[in-house]
């Protein structure tokens, strides 16, 4: 390693190095960082005046890396998302630039994002912030008037989207709560879905049958605005929504005009289209809706285990002369990238 340190940009996060200070003490060993924050809507001239000089990035799920953005980062060879999700992120520029982007495997934020769902599931199913509300509010007496709760045990409860996070659900519903556990994975094989403790069945039969839906499906040009009108009519009266993927995944009208008519029980969501929000936003003043600000991998070992990988990953790339751990752009041919370029 050459005397001259690289430069590293911690961009839009508020939780890297913070709880685990060690992670920026470790990047400080080999690199020069930098904090950057990126403002909604900010033009691509913004993003090259803070990180044309940069040589990593750590990226939050904001902002969007867009094509005209990543051709004004010649220097950037390693984008690694804090995270599992890649979606504010255009890997085939990436791909085609030879930028290297690197993600968090999902054992990391697997049981941390999976007793999200589990506790937005529950507080939705069972009113339990209404109640908690209701009790500040010094009114007790009042419990008869929240809606009845859904029980878990013996309902159907359908995934959409059953890889790590989904498996973890689906096992946790079945085995501890005995409910009939029903998904929808196009890439998923019938036996991998039963071997992990759900029956596969079509989207449709999973939005007719399922009392209560938890969506663990990545952000894609397939499943984005897969919830409309259509689907919302086609569910069970009074169905539950819980939503721990991305915001996009509905069409957020659709979605509203469905819980104020009723046909909706509930919709818990731990992400919100265009994160972070105000106190103004639409969906916070519709009824049976409870959001909290994307806490999924805001747990003691999670975070960790993000934050490690971050560093891990900086660490092969401009320490060790590797590679990171989990590529996200498959499609680069690492051989040409300027991870490999930049070290002849």
């Known amino acids: ?12 996060s508020s939780s890297f190095g913070v709880s685990y200070p060690e992670h920026l003490r470790a990047l400080e060993e080999f690199a020069d960082l930098i904090r950057v924050e990126i403002p909604k809507g900010a033009s691509a001239a913004v993003f090259h005046e803070k990180l044309s000089a940069c040589d990593g990035i750590i990226a939050s799920v904001t902002p969007m890396y867009t094509r005209e953005v990543l051709q004004g980062l010649p ?12 979606d504010n992120v255009d890997l085939a520029t990436c791909s085609e630039l030879g930028i290297a982007v690197s993600k968090v495997g999902p054992q990391i934020e697997r049981e941390s994002v999976a007793q999200m769902a589990l506790g937005l599931m529950d507080a939705s199913a069972r009113r339990i912030v209404e109640g908690a509300q209701m009790v500040k509010a010094g009114e007790w007496a009042k419990r008869a008037k929240i809606a009845l709760g859904v029980d878990f045990h013996g309902a159907t409860i359908g995934i959409v989207g059953i890889g790590a996070i989904g498996k973890t659900v689906a096992r946790i519903l079945a085995q501890g709560y005995q409910a009939k556990v029903i998904a929808y994975d196009p890439y998923v094989d019938d036996a991998v879905i039963r071997a992990n403790h759900a029956t596969k069945v079509s989207f449709d039969e999973l939005l007719a049958q399922s009392a209560i839906i938890s969506l663990h499906c990545p ?3 397939e499943t ?8 919302l009519a086609a569910m069970k009266d009074g169905a539950i929504i819980v939503n721990t ?13 469905a819980l104020e008519s009723g046909k909706l029980g509930g919709y818990a969501s731990d992400v919100v289209e265009g994160e972070p929000i105000g106190a103004d936003h639409v969906l916070l003043k519709t009824k049976n809706v409870i959001i909290t600000p994307h806490l999924g991998g805001y747990s003691v070992v999670s975070l960790r285990g993000m934050g490690t990988t971050m560093v891990d990953d900086m660490r092969r790339v401009f320490v060790e002369g590797g590679f990171p751990g989990v590529i996200a752009n498959p499609t680069i041919d690492l051989a040409k990238s300027r991870i490999a370029r930049l070290r002849k």
């Open 245 to 257: 993927c991305r915001g996009e995944i509905f069409k957020q009208g659709e979605l509203i005009d």
């Open 224 to 231: 984005s605005r897969m919830f409309g009108a259509k689907q």
């Open 75 to 86: 220097k950037l060879q390693l984008l690694a998302r804090h995270g599992v999700g890649c």
């Open 1 to 12: 390693m050459s005397a001259k340190k690289i430069l590293i940009a911690i961009v839009n």
């Open 219 to 221: 952000l894609t040009h």
